[in-house]
């Protein structure tokens, strides 16, 4: 099999490949509006509209009429994903879970047991924020807890589960597996996932204010596409601190190539800020939580992602989205008792503790497996030679944690592949970024 560097190049830069790229250049994934039909002894890629382009938001039309007809088909969804069992939501401190328990709670409240895990990325508050919805809703509540000493494995297990493609959930593991145990016990049920929630009804990942102020399509192409791409690219600004010199622009070359085949056609949709955050981030990275994650525990459903929500959202401007401004009616329409509840981002910075992925030993054995591993070529001369503490300070930040995380992920694909690679070495180096550079002229 052949490595595909620029798709670990966007594993490192976004936590996911882009336009349908995988760690091997023999295989691509099906991206919106494509099928692949086989025809004698091959298969042909066949590409149609993709529909949720066609829809263009309407000016004026306020989020709030359209409320209730949003919580009626996510309740249909929830009442068919009920009809294999009972129902499991994932419920964090944020809106999304909330508002599935709530619902999941109205229909089909036999069983229901609503889960959370500790985020290697969050803050306590999400447990504690998750307990007290939990409390006020009424509703069974189990909190996995992440034992330090499983996180190895746990890695392991995530990079194999999601065939080394994203970088983002690897804490997921501890409840996926409690989820898979409890259902083997009580009988399958179906756990609900949020995805897609922060995106199309949050207003998440908006056009930066200055792109906003001229208006999308009176800004150049140019200045849309490099918002978007530095939003989304936000984690290479610790490229400096934990990648040798010119590994972090070699990244940003690479992985620009394929965002802007992806954004540069939507730069000047009235959507086109959600259709590539959707492109670029929810599709080819976040949807691999649910559905290969949660989903080797149990059956899991998106119901947020259903055809009927996503294309009433769209209708709706952007700017009566961005922020969360949806979202107060949304959760006093479901549940009126979730009023004024605060989500845990909002009560960040109390009560921290060290996260699973920062503790000590969580930060030796990942200094170990990434210094071992041709990965660590890519790594700074001080990270090289930091100890295990420099390392935990390190994954204690976001930015600096998510490129480690991808380097650990690509030292595990090449630890399982190597013998059957045909070059196991990165090509993501600044000495390559020349070679390939004279290869194009």
């Known amino acids: 099999m052949t490595p595909d560097w620029t798709a670990w190049a966007e594993i490192l830069a976004f936590g996911a490949p882009l336009a349908g790229r995988t760690p091997f250049q023999e295989i691509r994934r099906l991206q919106p509006g494509e099928s692949a039909v086989r025809e004698q002894d091959e298969a042909v890629i066949r590409r149609g509209t993709w529909e949720w382009t066609e829809i263009e938001p309407e000016g004026g039309l306020d989020p709030r009429t359209l409320t209730d007809e949003i919580l009626e088909i996510l309740r249909t969804q929830l009442r068919q994903a009920g009809d294999a069992g009972p129902l499991s939501p994932m419920l964090s401190g944020g809106r999304d879970s909330r508002l599935l328990t709530a619902l999941a709670q109205q229909v089909r409240p036999d069983g229901l047991t609503a889960w959370t895990t500790s985020s290697d990325t969050g803050t306590s508050m999400e447990e504690l ?62 756990v609900l996932d949020g995805l897609g929630g922060g995106v199309f009804l949050g207003g998440g990942f908006p056009d930066e204010p200055a792109v906003i102020g001229v208006g999308v399509r009176a800004a150049s192409t140019q200045a849309v596409v490099a918002s978007r791409f530095a939003r989304l690219g936000r984690y290479l600004d610790a490229t400096e601190d934990i990648l040798a010199p010119g590994v972090g622009e070699d990244l940003r070359e690479r992985a620009r190539s394929d965002f802007e085949s992806v954004a540069r056609p939507l730069a000047h949709h009235p959507n086109g800020a959600t259709l590539t955050a959707y492109l670029t981030r929810t599709l080819p990275g976040i949807s691999l939580a649910p559905v290969k994650v949660l989903g080797s525990g149990a059956p899991t459903r998106t119901p947020i992602m259903a055809e009927e929500v996503v294309s009433q959202a769209l209708r ?71 100890t295990a503490q420099g390392w935990a300070e390190e994954l204690s930040r976001t930015k600096p944690q998510h490129l480690l995380r991808g380097l650990a992920l690509l030292a595990l694909w090449l630890e399982e592949y190597g013998p059957r690679l045909t070059c196991a070495e990165p090509e993501i180096t600044p000495r390559s970024s020349v070679n390939r550079k004279a290869r194009h002229e």
Not at 330 to 355: F, K, M, N, P, Y
């Open 129 to 190: 924020v998750a307990a007290r919805t939990a409390q006020i809703l009424g509703v069974d509540h189990r909190i996995v807890p992440a034992a330090v000493e499983d996180f190895p494995c746990d890695a392991r297990d995530y990079a194999r589960t999601v065939h080394h493609m994203a970088s983002f959930h690897m804490w997921l593991m501890p409840v996926s597996r409690a989820i898979a145990q409890s259902a083997t016990r009580a009988g399958a049920g179906v």
């Open 316 to 386: 709706v401007p952007a700017e009566a989205k961005q922020e969360g401004l949806w979202y107060p009616h949304l959760l006093e329409r479901a549940d009126s008792r979730l009023v004024g509840l605060a989500t845990a981002a909002d009560r960040t910075g109390r009560r921290q503790h060290i996260r699973r992925i920062s503790s000590l030993e969580s930060a030796a054995w990942l200094r170990e497996l990434i210094l071992g591993s041709p990965a660590g070529e890519l790594l700074s001369a001080s990270m090289r030679v930091a």
